[in-house]
């Protein structure tokens, strides 16, 4: 045991004030839990973790599992704290009446923000657990050691005490102080170590269930009717007409209608499909949107609300003076997240309750919405968490919770509601479109002296589609950080004396419906930015990786960079310093970025067919500094994910919208990656076991999307200024040079 | 009109009530509450219902049950059997070497597509044992992944293939 931990005994005396424990009616789940409504006080160290009479844990986690690993990584971080095998070791459902409210699992905040709670907790309760097993013992706690929850006395093992003979079944009765110290690094066994994934084996053989396996008896299957695609958020969607007698043939289905929201429910899955597709509904087609092809032009002309991110030194002065300057606006535009499987709920609402189960990212947020639109108070209200498919941020998760919410109300049942792909397609909260205009300057030296970043954007959207149908206005999520021109993103690796960024919101209202989508906007930032200082080292006639690191002052990004470089076995020189008249070419280029903490770097090789268009990525590399990471295996799969989604994002995603409708309804009007397009892909974890963890869900693909862009011009001598890189825009773009 | 259908599902017959044109996957998920083949697209379009039907990779969310009346479907839960026979390993492996490959390689992130991943990959391991890296692709190409698993996988179907051919030897 480190001195620091027992210095912190031999002067705890608070620390087991109130540790008195007292029986409780179940072997494995304390009493009292699930019955009330959560969240459960997190300043009581039961409501983190119960000890079993069988010497095993249960840890109660606030974070969902979205197939990132989370699951099993939090669980390392306990088990190092409390000196429990993995296998000694378990977490529950996310549930409103039994887990923390540890906040929504969005921004990697699982390990950054849940990691430090779970720990101190699991440490909390450890020195609980000792002072036990010194009285039972009879032996000072500074001569206590702990292996696989068995305290026992140093030098003599045959001394001994469990976990579960000491507290098991027992409710801890403590406060959680957050004042335990924590297991010095140096004696970590768990944290750092390639745990497998507790989930793999179940799913893979058909045992996981996942929120589309969820059934209830007594359950009616339900669908909802709308009009396939999204217009303007600010318009809805209006019903002019609904021919009931069009699903007269389906004697089992049933027309459930409240406003402009229509549903139908069946005791049968494939009468309630049927008749969702066979009601004629007649949907006011009034034109609210722009269309893809005026899309950009009338971002970039309308009134917008403006904020100054950050303004220092004098970026026109400094422009003026300047060696080399580069300028050019990029565009990027509106993608889904498209979950893999479409976003489904099952609601029973009774007359004074509601149980909702879902793939929500944050069970008590989606609580709260849902006793909004019930009109009950939140203790009513419980809301149970079924992993989905892969969510990659706001997809339609709440939006199905309550539309299931609103047809099991209406039904006088349980109703399990299953979108269809064009529902999830069409009714997306989208990754918003930008438009960026960036100018960068630097001296004969090679130093950045000015850079200048105007972003152009909408925000995210506050009103679920049912909330909206039923006649709720729609609203915004008022303007932060992560909406407007990233500070981070838009040169801040760099260090540049005169800078200007400039945020223009635009009003959601006449666009579409926006959310946050993986690493949001950051992917548009980097690949705007980053090709804009790639095009002022070509200018300089330096090599791209050298002018990187004669700008980056922080050595973590300089740490990031370096690995990536090295990984990808980085060769000096000019970009596009060997073009060829080859009809297909290969590119390298390197770029960085990140979300809202950590550093990512990455190295893009791909091939461009100069006669059709299509461009490829052959290999692409990824490195992240994500302070400590808990599971090293875990955040390469993720860089890993990263890379090849980035790869889809950047060559195939766009939606496409006419002037009444969204028409990106499925895999082929919103085409992505396919296994014969996809890259190679190599995950560098740059791991610092003593810096504080931040998030690894996101941070690679910014610099991803930037290597892309910046290899397309290695392979070509042509800038891309809008992605995705479909052949089409290729052509375009060669054919002007 | 729902009518009495029989249909042989992991090598057990199953007497179900259904209209004949229901697509498949509503009747192995709400009948027979199996959890392999799940809802995607619809449309076929992406390879989350798959199902071998007498061997084929089939789309279950647009076959009809009617279509499979006659003939042998297996589901992800059956495949080690169905492994099992083909080799005539006796008795079948709690896994078939598909699945124990994805989690040899840790390839599963969200892991949604995997059923129709490991399905696909264990049709084409049946008529081709030892695909290249072209092949594996080309025969993979008609699924999605929305996580990015692709690199992964592929990687698991190649350890797949090996551990297979030495259980022949």
């Excluded at chain 1, 409501?47 to 974070?63: K, Q």
């Excluded at chain 1, 990697?108 to 990691?115: K, L, T, V, Y």
């Excluded at chain 1, 990212?361 to 009950?376: I, K």
């Excluded at chain 1, 090293?632 to 060559?651: D, K």
Aim: charged share 20%; proline share 5%; with cysteine.
């Amino acid at each position: 045991m480190s001195l620091r931990r027992r210095n912190f005994l031999k002067a705890g005396g608070a620390l087991v004030i109130g540790f008195n424990l007292r029986s409780v009616l179940s072997a494995q789940e304390p009493a009292g839990r699930g019955e009330t409504p959560g969240p459960p006080d997190p300043k009581q160290v039961d409501t983190w973790l119960a000890i079993h009479a069988d010497n095993t844990a249960t840890v109660y986690i606030g974070f969902a599992e979205l197939g990132q690993g989370n699951s099993t990584a939090l669980l390392q971080v306990a088990a190092e704290e409390l000196d429990l095998e993995m296998s000694q070791i378990k977490t529950v459902r996310l549930d409103t009446n039994v887990t923390p409210n540890q906040g929504g699992t969005y921004s990697s905040a699982s390990i950054q923000r849940g990691g430090p709670q779970l720990r101190t907790a699991a440490a909390e309760a450890r020195f609980a657990l000792l002072k036990l097993a010194s009285e039972k013992l009879n032996t000072p706690v500074d001569r206590l050691t702990v292996s696989k929850g068995a305290v026992s006395v140093s030098g003599n093992a045959a001394q001994s005490v469990t976990y579960g003979a000491l507290v098991g079944g027992e409710l801890f009765q403590l406060p959680f102080t957050g004042s335990a110290p924590v297991k010095p690094v140096s004696e970590y066994k768990v944290v750092g170590k390639r745990v497998p994934r507790n989930d793999t084996p179940d799913k893979v053989s058909g045992k996981y269930v996942y929120m589309q396996h969820v059934r209830v008896p007594g359950m009616l299957h339900g669908r909802v009717v709308r009009p396939r695609g999204q217009s303007a958020y600010g318009a809805g969607a209006k019903v002019v007409n609904v021919d009931e007698s069009s699903i007269r043939n389906i004697p089992g289905a049933r027309l459930l209608r409240r406003g402009d929201f229509i549903g139908v429910v069946a005791e049968n899955e494939w009468d309630a499909v049927r008749a969702a597709q066979q009601l004629k509904v007649t949907w006011d087609t009034t034109p609210t949107l722009p269309g893809s092809g005026a899309l950009y032009d009338q971002m970039r002309s309308a009134k917008t609300t403006d904020r100054v991110v950050a303004d220092r030194g004098d970026v026109a002065a400094a422009i003026t003076q300047a060696a080399h300057v580069a300028a050019a606006k990029y565009r990027g535009p509106y993608q889904a997240h498209a979950p893999f499987g479409p976003n489904c709920a099952l609601a029973d609402v009774k007359a004074d309750s509601a149980l909702i189960m879902c793939s929500t990212q944050d069970v008590y947020g989606t609580r709260g919405g849902l006793a909004r639109l019930l009109g009950m108070p939140v203790e009513k209200v419980r809301v149970q968490y079924y992993e989905g498919s892969g969510t990659y941020g706001h997809s339609c998760y709440d939006d199905v919770a309550q539309a299931a919410t609103v047809l099991s109300q209406l039904a006088g049942k349980p109703v399990r509601l299953q979108f269809m792909r064009w529902d999830e397609h069409g009714w997306d909260n989208y990754g918003p479109a930008h438009v960026g205009e960036v100018r960068a300057a630097a001296d004969r030296a090679g130093n950045i002296v000015a850079y200048e970043y105007e972003g152009w954007q909408h925000g995210w959207c506050g009103v679920e589609t049912t909330a909206q149908l039923l006649g709720t206005p729609p609203a915004e999520f008022p303007a932060g950080a992560v909406m407007g021109v990233s500070a981070l993103n838009c040169g801040g690796m760099y260090a540049i004396p005169n800078v200007r960024l400039i945020t223009h919101q635009l009003p959601a209202k006449d666009y579409l419906k926006g959310g946050w989508l993986r690493s949001p906007l950051d992917l548009s930032f980097s690949f705007a930015s980053e090709q804009t200082l790639d095009q002022l080292a070509y200018l300089l006639g330096m090599d791209p990786y050298e002018f990187r690191r004669r700008n980056i002052k922080d050595e973590r990004w300089l740490g990031v960079l370096d690995a990536v470089a090295q990984a990808a076995r980085w060769k000096p020189g000019r970009a596009a310093s060997k073009l060829s008249d080859a009809k297909v070419v290969t590119g390298v280029g390197i770029g960085v970025g990140t979300h809202l903490a950590s550093y990512g770097a990455a190295v893009g090789v791909i091939e461009v067919n100069k006669e059709t268009g299509r461009v490829v990525a052959k290999h692409l590399y990824g490195a992240i500094d994500a302070g400590q990471v808990v599971n090293p295996a875990f955040v390469e799969n993720q860089i890993s994910g990263q890379l090849v989604q980035t790869a889809s994002r950047m060559f195939k995603e766009e939606v496409t919208l006419s002037a009444t409708n969204v028409t990106s309804l499925d895999w082929n009007s919103y085409p992505i990656l396919r296994f014969e397009e996809c890259p190679e892909v190599t995950g560098v974890v740059v791991q610092r076991l003593e810096q504080r963890s931040t998030g690894a869900g996101e941070e690679v693909m910014a610099a991803a999307a930037a290597a892309i862009g910046n290899a397309f011009f290695d392979a070509t001598g042509v800038r891309m200024h809008e992605y995705p890189l479909t052949p089409k825009r290729v052509l375009a773009a060669l054919q002007r040079g | 009109m729902a009518t009495q259908l029989k249909i042989r599902v992991n090598e057990r017959q199953w007497t179900v009530a259904a209209s004949p044109d229901t697509p498949l996957l509503y009747v192995l998920s709400n009948e027979l509450l199996l959890q392999g083949p799940r809802f995607g697209c619809g449309l076929a379009q992406c390879g989350s219902c798959s199902v071998l039907v007498d061997g084929v990779e089939r789309r279950s969310c647009v076959t009809p049950v009617s279509a499979v009346q006659g003939k042998s479907v297996t589901t992800l839960e059956g495949l080690p059997a169905w492994y099992a026979a083909q080799k005539k390993v006796s008795p079948p492996p709690a896994l078939h070497p598909v699945q124990q490959a994805m989690i040899d390689e840790q390839a599963v992130q969200c892991g949604y597509c995997f059923n129709g991943m490991i399905i696909k990959a264990s049709e084409l391991l049946s008529k081709v044992p030892k695909p290249d890296e072209a092949q594996i692709r080309s025969a993979m190409n008609g699924h999605l992944c929305r996580c990015g698993a692709y690199p992964r996988v592929i990687k698991a179907i190649q350890r797949a293939s090996q551990a297979m051919a030495e259980v022949t030897k």
